[in-house]
């Protein structure tokens, strides 16, 4: 059980929009960045959002990010198929014992 | 070429320890984080461990701790994981990713990973 929320699938068309909810609570989203990862198959995840809304170099404006209160989505614009990967949200989680980096459980993008 | 490496990935029995470790190049890696991330076959992404760039503290995942040790020896560009009393479900391909900060700010680099296997 994670403890980032995330739907476990989603799907588009090539050319329609689609978002990814993020769902945490006031010890990780609440009060800290929310950060995105793209894992296409077989490969290492890669950063793709940081920050809440940044982008790294290299990444392409059709994929956007935003954050409010406790909750964070990913946005796809343009939906290509080289987009079909599995997404991670990613944050840090304030706990007792110290500092801990937790993921969303994944969701698994379809182009359709 | 900003690269990791992870290795020393095998098949071992449950209570078993193994070493894995991450050789980093391309950047400065006494100025960074350093972190190991695992994902069991077709599970999410569990975050394990924490180190900051000068040894000075390390953190870990619940799951984890008491059983494995991160450490990193700079002179050699070098991660490691320690890792005692294996369990099965340890069973996990084990990322190293570099952090954009020294103490720990977010992961912005993955190695290929390294598969270990925890079986009887």
């Known amino acids: 059980q994670s403890v980032l929320t995330q739907p476990p699938s989603a799907s588009g068309t090539p050319g329609q929009r689609v978002t990814i909810s993020c769902s945490g609570s006031n010890s990780n989203i609440g009060t800290d960045y929310v950060y995105w990862y793209q894992q296409l198959p077989g490969t290492a995840p890669k950063l793709l959002i940081y920050r809440n809304n940044q982008r790294p170099s290299g990444v392409p404006d059709r994929f956007s990010g935003s954050k409010s209160g406790t909750s964070a989505s990913l946005a796809i614009s343009g939906l290509r198929s080289e987009d079909e990967a599995d997404y991670y949200c990613?944050?840090?989680?304030?706990?007792?014992?110290?500092?801990?980096?937790?993921f969303g459980g994944g969701t698994k993008l379809t182009v359709l | 070429e900003v690269q990791l490496v992870e290795s020393g990935g095998v098949v071992i029995q449950p209570g078993g320890s193994l070493r894995l470790s991450c050789a980093a190049s391309?950047?400065?890696?006494?100025?960074?984080?350093m972190h190991w991330v695992r994902q069991a076959p077709g599970k999410s992404l569990e975050w394990v461990s924490l180190?900051?760039?000068?040894?000075?503290?390390?953190y870990y995942a619940d799951s984890v701790k008491g059983r494995f040790t991160i450490s990193r020896d700079n002179s050699k560009n070098s991660l490691y994981l320690q890792m005692n009393s294996l369990r099965p479900e340890d069973t996990a391909l084990y990322y190293c990713?570099?952090?954009?900060?020294?103490?720990?700010?977010?992961?912005?680099?993955w190695g290929r990973g390294t598969l270990v296997t925890v079986s009887s």
């Open positions: 990613a944050t840090w989680d304030d706990r007792l014992s110290g500092p801990c980096w937790v």
């Open positions: 391309g950047f400065t890696f006494e100025h960074y984080g």
């Open positions: 990713a570099k952090d954009i900060g020294r103490k720990g700010d977010y992961l912005d680099l």
């Open positions: 180190i900051t760039w000068d040894s000075g503290s390390t």
